[in-house]
């Protein structure tokens, strides 16, 4: 069966960078890799998109290694407010094409 | 900056009954989805909708499931004869294609 998997949870101090990784195995060839960030009572929020190699915006940047079974979403010195779930979004081949969204990975930011 | 709209923000509802929830996309998509969430739970997708048709469902959904867009601006869900199990956040997104989906902020539909 075709999945993502994240960690469930992390903790970070704010000012620090938090890395976190998203498996996907089965991602379609053509398909991007995708990352939202959910607050509590919200719908997700796009972050960052990317296919290959490094993407890099004003909030994230996308490490995707050359396999593409994987990709790491790096945020760069987290504040308080950067506490939420976030989640990768891939398009794999199975069967069938599906979108797949990982469990989410719950962010929190100590002070 | 353009929103994905939702209506109601919170459904209540006899197990049994048929609830439409509503979604108006930003203007220019052409791509529209609808996802679920059970509360604490992930977001699962339901189904993407485009050129007046469904492209992609889940297992989720079935025959009690569907999906209308009756005119220009609004995308509609409709569940037919709600069970306990539907009570869930429901998220309606749009895209312009291969662009990031927008979503709105969801319906919390509670059946009783």
């Known amino acids: 069966l075709a999945k993502t998997t994240q960690p469930i949870s992390m903790d970070s101090y704010e000012g620090q960078e938090v890395n976190i990784t998203c498996s996907h195995n089965?991602?379609?060839?053509?398909?991007?890799i995708t990352w939202y960030q959910q607050f509590p009572s919200q719908g997700p929020r796009f972050i960052i998109q990317g296919y290959k190699t490094k993407v890099t915006n004003e909030v994230a940047s996308l490490f995707i290694p050359a396999d593409r079974k994987s990709s790491t979403l790096s945020l760069p010195r987290v504040s308080l407010s950067d506490t939420a779930v976030y989640y990768c979004?891939?398009?794999?081949?199975?069967?069938?094409?599906?979108?797949?969204w990982g469990a989410g990975t719950k962010l929190i930011i100590k002070p | 900056e353009p929103e994905v709209t939702q209506t109601p923000s919170h459904q209540v509802t006899q197990m049994g009954q048929e609830v439409i929830l509503r979604c108006v996309p930003i203007s220019n998509h052409l791509y529209f989805y609808w996802y679920r969430q059970i509360l604490g739970q992930k977001v699962e997708f339901l189904v993407s909708?485009?050129?007046?048709?469904?492209?992609?469902k889940s297992e989720i959904f079935d025959d009690q499931f569907s999906v209308e867009r009756p005119d220009g601006s609004n995308f509609t869900l409709k569940i037919r004869s709600t069970k306990l199990e539907d009570s869930a956040m429901y998220f309606c997104a749009s895209s312009e294609g291969d662009q990031p989906q927008h979503f709105g902020d969801g319906t919390r539909l509670s059946i009783l």
């Open positions: 089965n991602i379609a060839t053509n398909d991007y």
């Open positions: 909708f485009y050129n007046n048709e469904i492209s992609e």
């Open positions: 979004l891939v398009g794999v081949e199975d069967s069938n094409y599906q979108l797949i």
